[in-house]
């Protein structure tokens, strides 16, 4: 369950370096898997077994202290979620400044893609979709998104988004009456329970409440 977990939420994963602990931790588990299956199939009950539980133990000890090291090389911010924040903007001298100015030009393409065209709407939209509109690597789009706007997880950088377009609607007196299901299935949400945990997260209120709190003095 824990390496179904791992890959199920790897390509939304912003963060090379935990990336690749993703990586390794499938790598090890399998490893260690696939021994330990070979080793009871060909092994007989009896003394050799015993010898061979105890190598289980003492490999799986080792895998788990790998597991445990390799996790401990990367810094606790790019291992656990956080607000995101808007990346410094660092100004270099030569061909580094050259290759900013180029980021730039992606994110702003980015951006563009996000505010004008509204594609976080799309239904099953990835970053490979954006990549491919970018015609760029996933790599670098993912190292733009992460680095330069702060965010360490695809679908919060979509969701947040979405959750903007949201915040208008329900702020907007002429959709007073839309349902809330309506608001969030136009901004993207598949349905609204999802919706409801992400723009309460972000907002700290409901999309109902929200609406309440920002409507019009009568």
Request: hydrophobic share 50%; glycine share 6%.
């Amino acid at each position: 369950m824990a390496a179904t977990q791992t890959i199920a939420s790897w390509s939304v994963d912003l963060v090379e370096r935990r990336r690749r602990v993703r990586v390794f931790i499938v790598a090890a588990s399998a490893l260690y898997g696939g021994i330990n299956a070979v080793l009871q199939i060909l092994l007989p009950i009896g003394a050799a077994a015993e010898v061979a539980n105890t190598v289980n133990s003492a490999v799986l000890a080792g895998v788990v202290a790998a597991i445990c090291y390799a996790m401990m090389r990367v810094d606790g911010a790019d291992l656990f979620p956080a607000a995101p924040e808007a990346a410094p903007v660092v100004i270099v001298p030569g061909q580094l400044a050259a290759e900013a100015a180029d980021d730039q030009k992606l994110v702003d393409a980015l951006l563009r893609l996000m505010g004008d065209e509204r594609i976080y709407r799309h239904d099953n939209i990835t970053i490979g979709t954006l990549a491919t509109k970018l015609a760029i690597p996933e790599y670098r789009l993912r190292r733009l998104i992460n680095q330069r706007l702060g965010y360490r997880n695809f679908n919060v950088f979509l969701n947040n988004h979405r959750i903007e377009e949201a915040k208008a609607a329900l702020s907007d007196p002429s959709q007073a009456e839309v349902p809330v299901i309506t608001i969030a299935m136009d901004a993207g949400f598949q349905s609204l329970g999802p919706f409801n945990r992400a723009f309460k997260a972000t907002t700290g209120v409901t999309p109902t409440e929200y609406r309440r709190l920002n409507a019009p003095a009568a």
